[in-house]
């Protein structure tokens, strides 16, 4: 069986990682492509390094762009490679514009098409991430639910239930993997900042980055935010080019601005950290599985569980909103982690099951969410005020 991968940003890779490792595991040829939507080292090749990922067998070097042209040159470029190799399924991953791209060529190509994490709604369609989110699905034949609620989204849009294979979250499966090694890395050492006492901040939204006095607001909010605890923002290269347009950026006292980190450093920063700030869906993830608690500065998210049974609060871009939910938040960071079906390291080995043997992972007839997800004890970091 020959498999075609299709990734381009940052957290692509991360969602790739597992997949690779139980394809090839099965004797699956597994084809890469590189997309290049993110060409910056510390965006790309710094993930494929330490997430052992083979270098990519394609490399289509799109780089960035206006959406439509950034879309079409990956259809451009990709339509020969997958022309050429064959492939008996075509996968994409996540919901960046190299997803949409992929399955629109695969899909008018005639061939099947699998969309690991599959079936996310934020039902923004101010976001372009939204977009690229329903048309990948609808031209899916395989879709791949991180979670249950996953399942209700697309039977609302009429996508057929024998497509659905609720596997869990690959992002989750690459964390378990890496943690161990990101914790001995002791990255808050390193940048200076000691375990629980410091927040963690991502940014890169157009929606708060974009609009100078959005960011201005934001960044006073972190500013004033870094007169209680240390904060270390890892600038998205987006960010970092709205922060230079700024007219006296409000970045001097204790925000700490550094350039993007690699995935064990910030897996590291973030499982240490009493607080993260964010507006990408990973960390909504990621800190949920680890118990941290995390301020999503966005009206909405395609991630509710993360709400309903994570850390997440989803929070406005305003700075005294940000205050009070951040002063709420620090020191909240329980003992137990949260517990999310499915969330077990175990999605890219039921991927491969539906790929390799044909297996269905059904819902189990129950679309609802459990009301309370039972949580379990793990040894982590202690909260921000415990000696
Ligand atoms: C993209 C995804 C978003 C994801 C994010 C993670 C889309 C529509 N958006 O947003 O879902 O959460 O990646 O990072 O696909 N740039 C560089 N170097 C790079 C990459 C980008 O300088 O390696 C700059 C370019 O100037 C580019 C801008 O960042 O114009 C934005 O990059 P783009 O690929 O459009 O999307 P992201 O904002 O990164």
Known sequence: MRVLSVVGARPNFMKLAPVDRELVRRGVEHVIVHTGQHYDPGMSDAFFEQLWIPAPDHDLGVGSGSHAQQTAAVMQRLEPVVVEVQPDLVLTYGDVNSTVAAALVAAKLQMRVGHVEAGLRSRDWTMPEEINRVVTDRLSDLLFLPSRD???????????????????????????????????????????????????????????VDDPAVLRELLEALARLADRVPVLFPVHPRTRARILELRRP???????????????????????????????????????????????????????????????????PQRDAILAAAERALGRRSPARPVIERWDGQAAARIAQVVCDGERFELDGALAAPAHAPRRAVAIPQPLGAS
């Open 250 to 316: 409000p970045t001097d006292r204790g925000l700490r601005l550094i350039e993007p980190v690699g995935y064990l450093d910030m897996l590291s920063l973030v499982a240490n950290a009493g607080l993260v700030v964010t507006d990408s869906g990973g960390l909504q993830e990621e800190t949920s599985f680890l118990g941290v608690p995390c301020l999503t500065v966005r009206p909405n998210t395609e991630r509710p569980i993360t709400c309903t049974h994570g850390t997440n609060r989803l929070v406005q």
């Open 150 to 208: 996953a399942a209700a989204n697309l039977e609302a849009e009429g996508i057929p239930a024998d497509r659905m294979h609720f596997v869990g979250n690959v992002m989750i499966d690459t964390l378990c993997w890496a943690l161990p090694q990101a914790l001995l890395l002791d990255a808050p050492a390193r940048f200076d900042v000691e375990g629980c006492r410091y927040a963690v901040v991502t940014l890169h939204r157009p929606a708060n």
